[in-house]
């Protein structure tokens, strides 16, 4: 972090306090960032946004104290005489790069400026990290242990990271909640000049609105959530005694990936020309032989050549992996049910060569076998948030507890998904302005939330229904199809709505449910 480290290093110390915050929004008390818009820097740069950055209080209980930066990005309105005002973005993670503007709809993109920001502690903004080397802060993020040694392996190793992680991040560790997210959003919608805040969050991004729009109600013009995440169960729980549970437990994700697999399977039955199937096959019967597969993987790997003639080894855990990564996609069934059906022949033949015509479903982003992604401090960065805005189990076997717990209705997606929250077991600081609720304050104008009922592998449609019952105001919208996310290219029925909506403030009537623009198998578009 070099200098930026010790302009803070002033500041307040990881887990130290200061007077409570004063009853009107803290952000008030900060002074206005000063945003000079230029083209973005270096050869490669895009040239179709400007950057700008801006300074913002390390500390809103200090407001005139130690600063951070915050890298912007910036597309104009192609309208700019009809220009409704700046309409802001999240793309989720926690920990996803922000500052590329997102490209909207013609509808959205002539009527707005589009201005994306990397979140404190992240990217080009003032950053995070638990140490000097990327590939160590990847070791938050293990494989996920599928035995007792492995576990206590997995303990070892992310224990031993976040051990360090506060010393060497600084005190900027222990301001890294999503309220203080919401806050700096805040002082950047009082930097362009508008009144309100419009703006569009995607799964974790969600959650940065649902924070925002109980922080600062009356600031809200228009804020549409796709792909929700329910702010109690990240945060602290329903009913009593569930702060003790994995944040990742309480969300239920996994349960979003079993519904997901299970279309998947259902869509696949239905039609011949899905290569996982076999005649006469139902969902029941392909679940059956997809569980098949996961119990003999367990007992050990088997090789398949992908489509470029490289020799790949699969393990139960890159099974569950890319499972987990293709389930995002609501064409799961046509580009994933190939490379299962080829992961099947060898287990049925391992002496054979099973040659996949295909390419192979990659790992998530997060995965650590996942070795084309550029080394960066993203693990740091996610837990940074996570662990700060939630309540954990403080002893890090109980992880497995829960994992194992939950493997019954999930098989391999429980483990993947609750021991990702193994390092809040560990975390190291706190975040005294973090924001817990009351979730129900009653906004200036309504909120539009999309959801996928028939499966959301990341944030489950449970949640985008609990969280529209939970908000003072807000109308579901929900859609037809199974993966992560719907708006812009899915279904022109939910981009119709959401660009109505953020540009009319008009909402789609309650109950709408959308279908998509194509099916699975069916031809191309045009085709």
Not at 412 to 439: H, K, M, N, Q
Not at 485 to 498: F, L, N, P, R, T
Request: charged content about 20%.
């Amino acid at each position: 972090m070099g200098t930026v480290a010790l302009a803070i290093a002033a500041g307040l110390a990881p887990g130290a306090s200061a007077a409570a915050p004063p009853d009107t929004p803290d952000s008030d008390r900060a002074a206005t960032p000063v945003l000079n818009w230029s083209p973005c820097p270096g050869e490669n740069g895009p040239m179709d946004y400007d950057c700008a950055t801006a300074r913002v209080p390390l500390s809103y209980r200090d407001p005139t104290g130690p600063q951070i930066t915050l890298a912007l990005g910036k597309r104009r309105a192609t309208d700019q005489q009809h220009k409704i005002g700046t309409l802001f973005f999240n793309p989720g993670g926690p920990g996803a790069i922000g500052r590329v503007p997102r490209r909207m709809d013609p509808a959205l993109s002539a009527r707005f400026d589009v201005v994306g920001f990397d979140p404190r502690g992240t990217y080009a903004s003032t950053p995070v990290a638990c140490s000097g080397n990327p590939a160590d802060d990847a070791k938050l993020f293990p494989e996920f242990p599928i035995t007792e040694a492995a576990e206590a392996d997995a303990i070892r190793q992310v224990g031993d990271v976040t051990s360090r992680c506060a010393q060497h991040a600084g005190p900027l560790l222990s301001h890294m909640s999503t309220a203080n997210v919401a806050r700096d959003m805040d002082l950047l919608r009082r930097a362009v000049g508008d009144r309100q805040l419009n703006f569009i969050g995607t799964s974790y991004g969600t959650h940065l609105g649902e924070v925002y729009a109980n922080l600062f109600p009356q600031r809200v013009r228009a804020l549409a959530l796709d792909a929700v995440l329910p702010p109690r169960e990240w945060t602290t729980g329903i009913k009593p005694g569930q702060q003790n549970e994995p944040y990742v437990y309480r969300v239920g994700a996994h349960l979003g990936a079993e519904t997901a697999l299970n279309t998947m399977l259902r869509d696949c039955a239905a039609h011949s020309a899905c290569e996982f199937g076999e005649p006469g096959a139902t969902e029941q019967s392909l679940r059956r032989k997809y569980d098949g597969l996961l119990t003999a993987l367990r007992k050990g790997p088997v090789d398949i050549t992908d489509s470029h003639g490289e020799n790949m080894k699969i393990t139960y855990q890159s099974l569950v992996n890319r499972m987990m990564g293709a389930l995002r996609s609501s064409n799961a069934v046509e580009s994933v049910t190939p490379f299962l059906q080829s992961v099947y022949l060898a287990i049925r033949n391992p002496a054979a060569t099973t040659s996949a015509k295909f390419p192979v479903p990659a790992l998530p982003r997060f995965s650590p076998a996942a070795t084309d992604e550029p080394q960066s401090a993203t693990m740091a960065w996610h837990y940074a948030v996570a662990c700060t805005d939630s309540d954990n189990p403080r002893d890090p076997r109980a992880v497995g507890r829960y994992a194992r717990k939950a493997e019954a209705a999930a098989p391999g997606f429980a483990s993947a998904w609750i021991y990702s929250g193994l390092p809040c077991a560990s975390w190291p600081v706190t975040d005294p302005d973090r924001y817990t609720g009351p979730w129900n304050r009653q906004t200036a104008n309504p909120l539009l939330l999309v959801g996928n009922r028939l499966g959301d592998p990341a944030t489950p449609y449970e949640g985008a229904v609990s969280t529209s019952q939970l908000l003072a105001s807000a109308r579901l919208l929900s859609v037809d199809i199974a993966g992560h996310g719907a708006y812009g290219h899915e279904s022109k029925c939910v981009d119709q709505a959401v660009d109505s909506y953020l540009t009319e403030l008009k909402l789609p009537p309650a109950g709408t449910v959308c279908a998509p623009d194509r099916r699975p198998f069916d031809p191309p578009s045009g085709g």
